[in-house]
């Protein structure tokens, strides 16, 4: 399993009665690929994981496994509120041709060190794919310190990557000082990308990228082959539309830009609501003034429909 390069963590688009289009999905799946991307992550956060009925999430799965054909992998992210639930989650990703497992501690429940370590320690040996532990303490209010991500690392093979997402780019550093080379660390959120890679970051699990991923994979290239201006400049035309990968509606947010730029619609399921009004009109505006201003080097294919 390759944890490297932009990996969108995708948005799951809902027809106007907020059942799941399975078309657009696959049709969004191939065309990140086609854009540059190097695999994907279903079920996250912004895929608004935790409003999916659990066959919901094996027909997602499914989708997203057959339209990319070997292409390049698809990782399935592991939450729950039970480690029995959790576990059998991942083991039908596995049983569905996943080639990878973002790994979360159990959503509400913040429990000890010695619980979360046995969580996601369940996850791990509950198949042989390759797993990626996501830290997100500010979501989910579990924080993997550096020791604890090496004990784990020391422990399950089959632990191969980290997804940082505490938004303190020193831990990436961190880790590095603990692990040096054993895992590959993404960053998990979008507008820390460059100072992450300055610190040994080798993959982003990404955002925006569903709207715009030739801009994110370019973005990302840049700044590890250590293009210095170009990413700089790059980063600073983004900088509006990574920051709303960073706060509370960020689903919302994302999947305006989707819409925006003609790839999906703002549809999402409660209690999320679209938004209105003055929030809508004023990040509209953002949004239109960035998509008008695209760097002339980001060359996005077409897009296949504005589903």
């Known amino acids: 399993m390759n944890w490297k390069g932009v990996m969108p963590a995708i948005t799951t688009c809902f027809n106007n009665d907020l059942s799941i289009d399975y078309h657009f999905m ?7 690929f086609d854009n540059g991307c190097t695999g994907v992550v279903a079920l996250g956060s912004l895929g608004e994981g935790a409003t999916l009925e659990f066959e919901e999430k094996i027909a997602i799965l499914r989708t997203c496994v057959k339209a990319i054909h070997g292409r390049g992998p698809v990782v399935a992210a592991i939450s729950a509120l039970s480690t029995a639930e959790a576990v059998r989650l991942a083991k039908s990703a596995a049983d569905l041709g ?16 010695r619980e979360m370590k046995t969580h996601v320690a369940a996850v791990f040996n509950a198949t042989p794919l390759s797993c990626m532990l996501y830290n997100n303490p500010i979501a989910y209010g579990t924080d993997f310190l550096p020791e604890q991500i ?3 690392a020391g422990e399950h093979t089959n632990l191969t990557a980290v997804k940082e997402s505490s938004t303190d780019v020193r831990r990436v550093s961190a880790i590095r000082a603990v692990l040096d080379q054993r895992l ?3 960053v998990g959120v979008d507008d820390a990308v460059l100072e992450a890679i300055g610190v040994g970051a080798t993959g982003w699990v990404a955002g925006l990228a569903n709207a715009l991923p030739r801009e994110s994979v370019d973005l990302f290239n840049a700044g590890m082959n250590g293009e210095t201006e170009k990413a700089f400049e790059l980063y600073r035309w983004f900088l509006p539309l990574l920051r709303m990968d960073t706060v509370p509606n960020f689903v919302q947010l994302i999947k305006l830009v989707q819409a925006e730029a003609g ?4 549809r999402v399921r409660p209690p999320r609501l679209e938004l209105v009004g003055t929030e809508l009109e004023q990040n509209r505006k953002i949004i239109r003034e960035a998509l008008q201003s ?9 897009v296949p429909h504005g589903k």
């Open 26 to 32: 696959v049709e969004h799946s191939r065309w990140l």
């Open 263 to 266: 790839m999906g619609n703002s």
């Open 150 to 152: 090496r004990e784990l």
């Open 184 to 186: 590959e660390i993404c």
């Open 98 to 113: 996943c080639d990878g497992l973002m790994v979360l501690p159990p959503y509400v429940y913040q429990g000890n060190w």
């Open 294 to 302: 695209r760097p002339q080097s980001a060359s996005t294919l077409a």
